[in-house]
């Protein structure tokens, strides 16, 4: 199943993604609905969204397929890591092996696939990564590594807009990335479920092109199966001690190449510039669909009392 939200002249709208088009379910029911009404509810509501007359895909407002209860990032690619060491001057620490580390990112900054994005007030390097997300969809606590996909609703692409200049400076506080990384989380473009890409499994993921462009110049290309941490450890390391949600999002990390900041690190002679406004970056990873985005103007930076 694919599942999509979108504008509806009554309100947000959940639909599903057929052959002939988007099947409409009846209005006043979200994606986080449907999860909190147990494992058959994604099932059992396609099967009424079929008897609806289609739209047409193009035709329609996208918003994110859900509003997240937690958004956490992971590091499940080490060679992203690896690749913007130069960057930083931050050996990779041995420590990335032993557990996929992640962050709480900001769930209230979830914006749908084809949104605007304001750089941040006061940041002049900005900056895309290319994610898979996961959506959990079954609740548990300390979940055992070999059941921990069960707990998967569903995958989706996802960009964790960041603020290079600012993360940087934050680095200092030892927190925690928070206005580096505190504007914009895109999801979407749709909830794609697991049985739809179980053929493509290939090593801790799923064998998926992952692409990102640039006001059409491919500037990054990987592959989701070359995770070194796949969804199965993040859930589990996640889970542990703490309840993950129906709802709840997981980033996998950024793909290698997946962002500015690692060009710039691994080659700044030829590095192509951060993002500005007026720029267009499309992400997409086969089978889940595209992110599409143009970059514009943020809002002025409000100094504080030091002027930082």
Same mark, same amino acid.
């Given at each position: 199943?694919? *599942?999509?939200?979108?504008?509806? #002249? ?8 057929? &052959? ?12 986080? &609905?449907?999860?909190?009404? +147990? ?46 060491? $130069? ?7 041995? =420590? ?17 696939? =084809? ?21 959990? +969809?079954?609740? +548990?606590?300390? /979940? ?9 609703? +569903? ?5 964790? *807009?960041? #603020? =290079?200049?600012?993360? /940087? ?12 990384? &505190?504007?914009?989380?895109?999801? @979407? ?13 290939? $090593? ?24 070194? *941490? @796949?969804?199965?450890? /993040? ?14 999002? /997981? $980033? ?5 190449? @997946? ?9 700044? &002679? ?23 985005? =143009?970059?514009?103007? @943020? ?10």
């Amino acid at each position: 199943m694919r *599942w999509i939200t979108f504008a509806d #002249a009554a309100g947000d709208r959940v639909g599903l993604v057929g &052959d002939d088009g988007v099947h409409p379910l009846e209005p006043d029911i979200t994606l986080l &609905d449907l999860l909190d009404d +147990g494992t058959d509810a994604l099932a059992t509501a396609a099967s009424r969204a079929r008897t609806s007359a289609p739209l047409p895909l193009d035709d329609l407002v996208l918003r994110a397929p859900l509003q997240p209860r937690a958004l956490r990032d992971c590091i499940g690619f080490l060679q992203h890591l690896r690749n913007c060491q $130069g960057g930083v001057d931050m050996p990779l620490s041995p =420590r990335h092996a032993e557990v996929p580390g992640f962050y709480f990112s900001n769930a209230g900054a979830v914006t749908g696939p =084809r949104d605007d994005i304001p750089v941040p007030p006061g940041s002049q390097q900005f900056d895309f990564e290319l994610e898979v997300a996961a959506v959990i +969809g079954t609740p +548990g606590v300390s /979940i055992p590594r070999e059941k921990a996909e069960d707990h998967i609703a +569903g995958y989706l692409v996802y960009c964790d *807009w960041s #603020a =290079r200049d600012l993360q /940087i400076e934050e680095r200092a506080l030892q927190l925690g990335p928070a206005k580096g990384k &505190d504007g914009a989380n895109s999801l @979407g473009p749709m909830l794609v479920t697991p049985d739809e890409i179980s053929h493509r499994r290939s $090593g801790e993921g799923f064998d998926l092109r992952m692409t990102a462009h640039v006001n059409g110049d491919l500037v990054s290309e990987g592959r989701w199966s070359t995770v070194d *941490w @796949g969804f199965a450890d /993040i859930v589990a390391y996640a889970s542990r001690g703490a309840r993950l949600r129906p709802g709840d999002v /997981i $980033g996998s990390g950024t793909v290698p190449t @997946g962002c500015l900041f690692e060009h710039f690190a691994m080659d700044p &002679d030829h590095f192509r510039g951060w993002l500005r406004p007026g720029d267009e970056v499309v992400l997409a990873v086969e089978e889940l669909g595209e992110l599409r985005h =143009r970059v514009v103007a @943020g809002q002025a930076l409000n100094p504080l009392r030091t002027g930082y």
